[in-house]
């Protein structure tokens, strides 16, 4: 069925597709990087492909490789019930400039996708509207998940944060927080009115 | 005194209309799991907000990596941990589909019997807390009750009440007991009574109706866009469920009804689940009636399986099964592969990719809530503040999972 699909790619963009397989039944494009996002905007609006869900987007890294980095997306489409895997790879031996369209103006679910595939690879996508880290603090140093990150690694310790314009300072600041060590009350100036009770 | 008829500015008695900040979470009894919401409020609308999560971060993605592919089953645990029992056989199909392997029948429907009673647990309990959060405490504590039971059931399958780590690749790590039939039958039947009361007590209820009708709409094509997946994309009105839409183990051979909803309001999403929960109980009923009592659960290929410790013990080639599978890892070929089916919340996938040594090379969860909570902000901007605490109730955000 869906090896339709591929073939699909292969006539519209016969120069970009680089490698493709079906795996145990799991249709997988390679595309060349820079055409990715016509690919996939081709196979969202395609009515022979009408992929109109991202599944998932990640990716996979290979030090070993020159392209470094394989971004993974899952498509799939409701309408025929078909799936894909298209592929793209980027990124040089040290992992610094991996730098990839987002496409998360096509799907809205690309959008933390992405976030999280910058969070954990370091890939950049290109026009991503609020590229942050998702799932680590924005001190985090590294992106953990690439091969040559140790898992066992400490982070350093984040520093203070003072944060303009709040009345309250955060938890434990440099004058906040909490005491150690029993508290004794102080006694207040005593008036009249202890007398009366 | 000051006469109270005085000419006044109209801008002066304007009150202060800045927007106000507002921060929700990540330690908040509304907030199931961890979650934070950053809302920018004007009087009480939502202009603004941020979903922030990652405060249940374990890295498991990464610790996989490190291990053998059968190291794996205690961390997808440790994801929806509500429904563990999903997620370990969403695993084994995974590494089952690389191997291409098929478990013995008698194991398929034993699987699905266990993840139809995790679907159940799930399922109450967001319905159980979604309820307890609108003030309704007596339905939270009768769902509870009724999710306990499972529990129970669960312990007595395999030793554990919460984390399992049940499933193994090319089958369980334990035939079913001799009383799991009576039992599972006993418990459906009392949380099928538990549905019917908590029906009778919350469906005409004005005060829930009003809290959750017309709240939360996420029409059909932003659900889909934004890669919603089980409940929430039904009760949108799509009839995508991976049961019916891609049969995996032996769901093309059972009868149940895909329930979907018609706005895709917070009502709606509370219904499908339970209008769900009544059919788990007609697919448990149909698992125990064709799960043989006798036959092999697993495999019967050694390189895949743990021989029996009888043989282990009395002889060499036991023995050296063993050995190897413990020492060197089961060894996927090398490859990738895309394996997805129905958890709790939607559909659970596992991206696998294997060098065709004992360890994985990555392992990629695609959790069903991540993408749940990522269409969060969409639905709550522009709401009011109240409209947060049953619209995020309805999401059936699992921390574990979303964050892993």
């Not at chain 1, 394989?70 to 078909?82: P, Q, R």
């Not at chain 2, 009708?213 to 934004?226: M, Q």
């Amino acid at each position: 069925m869906s090896k339709a699909l591929i073939d699909l790619i292969r006539q519209k963009f016969p120069a970009d597709v680089l490698e493709s397989h079906s795996q145990r039944g799991d249709d997988t494009v390679v595309v060349y990087a820079p055409r990715w996002k016509d690919i996939a905007r081709f196979l969202r609006d395609d009515p022979r492909a009408d992929m109109n869900m991202l599944t998932d987007l990640t990716a996979v890294d290979f030090p070993d490789r020159t392209p470094r980095f394989e971004v993974v997306v899952h498509l799939y489409s409701l309408s025929k019930g078909h799936r894909l895997r298209l592929k793209a790879r980027v990124g040089d031996a040290a992992g610094t400039n991996a730098e990839i369209d987002t496409v998360s103006d096509l799907w809205a679910s690309a959008n933390w996708a992405e976030r999280e595939c910058w969070d954990m690879f370091g890939v950049r996508f290109k026009g991503h509207p609020d590229l942050r880290r998702i799932l680590l603090y924005p001190e985090f140093e590294g992106h953990p998940l690439r091969r040559d990150y140790p898992a066992d690694r400490i982070q350093p310790l984040v520093p203070y944060l003072d944060v303009p314009n709040t009345q309250k300072l955060p938890p434990f600041g440099p004058d906040e927080g909490m005491p150690f060590g029993r508290q004794t009350f102080q006694q207040g100036p005593s008036t009249d009115d202890d007398d009366v009770n | 005194m000051e006469p109270i008829d005085q000419e006044l500015d109209p801008s002066e008695i304007e009150l202060p209309a800045e927007p106000m900040l507002l921060n929700v979470g990540p330690a908040h009894p509304a907030m199931h799991g961890t979650v934070r919401i950053v809302m920018e409020l004007s009087g009480e609308s939502i202009e603004r907000c941020d979903v922030q999560v990652g405060y249940l971060h374990r890295g498991f993605e990464k610790m996989c990596e490190r291990g053998n592919w059968s190291q794996v089953f205690p961390y997808v645990d440790r994801c929806n941990y509500v429904s563990p029992m999903l997620n370990n056989v969403a695993f084994a199909l995974a590494c089952e589909k690389l191997l291409g392997i098929e478990v013995p029948e008698r194991c398929q429907w034993y699987r699905m019997a266990l993840g139809e009673l995790a679907r159940m647990s799930d399922h109450l309990t967001c319905d159980g807390a979604m309820a307890m959060e609108l003030g309704a405490f007596t339905p939270f504590l009768w769902m509870i009750k009724g999710r306990e039971m499972i529990w129970d059931l669960m312990e007595e399958e395999t030793g554990a009440r919460l984390t399992h780590s049940f499933g193994r690749v090319g089958g369980m790590a334990q035939p079913p007991t001799p009383g799991f039939k009576e039992q599972a039958k006993a418990v459906t039947k009392h949380i099928l009574g538990i549905i019917d009361e908590v029906e009778r007590l919350l469906i005409g209820n004005r005060i829930f109706l009003d809290r959750l009708e017309g709240v939360g709409i996420v029409p059909a094509d932003e659900a889909i866009s934004l890669g919603w997946t089980g409940p929430c994309l039904r009760a949108s009105g799509v009839p995508y469920d991976v049961r019916k839409s891609h049969p995996y183990m032996k769901y093309g051979e059972v009868e149940f009804d895909v329930p979907v909803g018609q706005t895709g309001d917070c009502f709606d999403r509370f219904m499908v689940r339970i209008a769900e929960l009544k059919q788990c109980a007609r697919i448990i009923d149909q698992c125990l009636e064709r799960l043989a009592d006798s036959g092999p659960v697993n495999v019967s290929d050694p390189r895949v399986i743990l021989p029996p410790k009888s043989d282990v013990y009395s002889t060499i080639e036991g023995t050296i099964q063993h050995f190897k599978i413990v020492m060197e890892g089961l060894k996927l070929p090398a490859g990738e592969v895309y394996s997805y089916t129905e958890g709790g919340n939607g559909e659970l996938g596992f991206y696998l990719v294997s060098d065709g040594s004992g360890t994985p090379y990555r392992v990629r969860i695609r959790p069903p809530c991540f993408f749940i909570t990522g269409g969060l902000e969409r639905v709550i901007t522009g709401a009011m503040m109240a409209d947060v605490v049953p619209s995020f109730g309805s999401l059936n955000m699992i921390g574990g999972e979303c964050d892993r």
